[in-house]
């Protein structure tokens, strides 16, 4: 009778045990559920005093390098391009943005000035958070600190593969890469095979090389079927060969 209440508590015992080790796993999944769940758009909206939503136009600038850093963005609709120029007065393009994306979040980590320009590619809805606003949502909303968080963890690998491939690959597959990735293949869910329209001389300055050069890669690529222009230009998931080909 002992041993069987023993073997019983003990039994007892090792389910709590279980119970708690699966507890964090059983958090984690429903953080990971409320910030799928969670719609920053319609968020953005309710936020109030800090937030103001931007219904900006083509080339409008939002903000320069140099400037003040003192809110975060978000983009709501449309595309954002982020340029840098050097001391020499070199521009590169760093990074098109697009729904989804934050921008300007270094001031949350003592950035004092803006160390890109960022500029609307197209009529696009922004949403511009100060600073304090911004420090006040994160400690008072879970789901869209989660939801901010996720994106700066992704951003962060996007920005080591961008160093590795510029460090690594030659100008031809930086521009496959590129062109791959604002199709959104490699994505959940189905890619978007058309580009919006976009310029040689963009994709020069994104990838570090000439628009003479991005002519005859996209000519080569058009005459291999890897890509077509048709509104726009269609990309085919077969240009990863480009990428992989050592």
Same mark, same amino acid.
């Given at each position: 009778?002992?041993?069987?209440?023993?073997?019983?508590?003990?039994?007892?015992?090792?389910?709590?045990?279980?119970?708690?080790?699966?507890?964090?796993?059983?958090?984690?999944?429903?953080?990971?559920?409320?910030?799928?769940?969670?719609?920053?758009?319609?968020?953005?909206?309710?936020?109030?005093?800090?937030?103001?939503?931007? #219904? !900006? %136009?083509? =080339?409008?600038?939002?903000?320069?390098?140099?400037?003040? &850093?003192?809110?975060?963005?978000?983009? @709501?609709?449309?595309?954002?391009?982020?340029?840098?120029?050097?001391?020499?007065?070199?521009?590169?393009?760093?990074?098109?943005?697009?729904?989804?994306?934050?921008?300007?979040?270094?001031?949350?980590?003592?950035?004092?000035?803006?160390?890109?320009?960022?500029?609307?590619?197209?009529?696009?809805?922004?949403?511009?958070?100060?600073?304090?606003?911004?420090?006040?949502?994160?400690?008072?909303?879970?789901?869209?600190?989660?939801?901010?968080?996720?994106?700066?963890?992704?951003?962060?690998?996007?920005?080591?593969?961008?160093?590795?491939?510029?460090?690594? #690959? !030659? %100008?031809? =597959?930086?521009?496959?890469?590129?062109?791959?990735?604002? &199709?959104?293949?490699?994505?959940?869910? @189905?890619?978007?095979?058309?580009?919006?329209?976009?310029?040689?001389?963009?994709?020069?300055?994104?990838?570090?090389?000439?628009?003479?050069?991005?002519?005859?890669?996209?000519?080569?690529?058009?005459?291999?079927?890897?890509?077509?222009?048709?509104?726009?230009?269609?990309?085919?998931?077969?240009?990863?060969?480009?990428?992989?080909?050592?």
């Amino acid at each position: 009778m002992g041993r069987q209440k023993g073997a019983g508590m003990a039994m007892a015992a090792a389910a709590k045990t279980e119970s708690a080790k699966s507890k964090p796993s059983r958090m984690a999944k429903t953080a990971r559920t409320e910030a799928a769940r969670f719609d920053p758009k319609i968020f953005l909206t309710k936020v109030g005093n800090g937030t103001t939503i931007l #219904n !900006s %136009a083509k =080339k409008h600038v939002l903000f320069s390098q140099g400037d003040a &850093a003192n809110a975060v963005f978000y983009v @709501q609709t449309g595309r954002v391009k982020l340029t840098v120029v050097s001391p020499q007065g070199k521009e590169a393009v760093v990074g098109i943005l697009e729904p989804g994306a934050f921008f300007g979040e270094g001031c949350l980590a003592g950035q004092v000035v803006c160390m890109a320009t960022a500029t609307v590619l197209e009529a696009s809805t922004i949403a511009r958070i100060d600073k304090v606003a911004m420090i006040r949502v994160l400690n008072e909303e879970p789901a869209f600190a989660a939801l901010f968080v996720a994106y700066l963890l992704s951003h962060s690998i996007r920005i080591q593969a961008d160093l590795v491939d510029h460090l690594f #690959n !030659s %100008a031809e =597959k930086r521009l496959a890469r590129i062109l791959l990735l604002m &199709a959104h293949f490699g994505k959940e869910g @189905q890619p978007v095979p058309v580009i919006p329209q976009i310029s040689q001389e963009m994709l020069a300055d994104m990838i570090g090389t000439t628009r003479s050069r991005v002519s005859f890669f996209l000519s080569r690529f058009k005459k291999l079927g890897f890509i077509k222009y048709n509104g726009g230009l269609e990309v085919h998931s077969s240009l990863l060969n480009i990428v992989l080909h050592d």
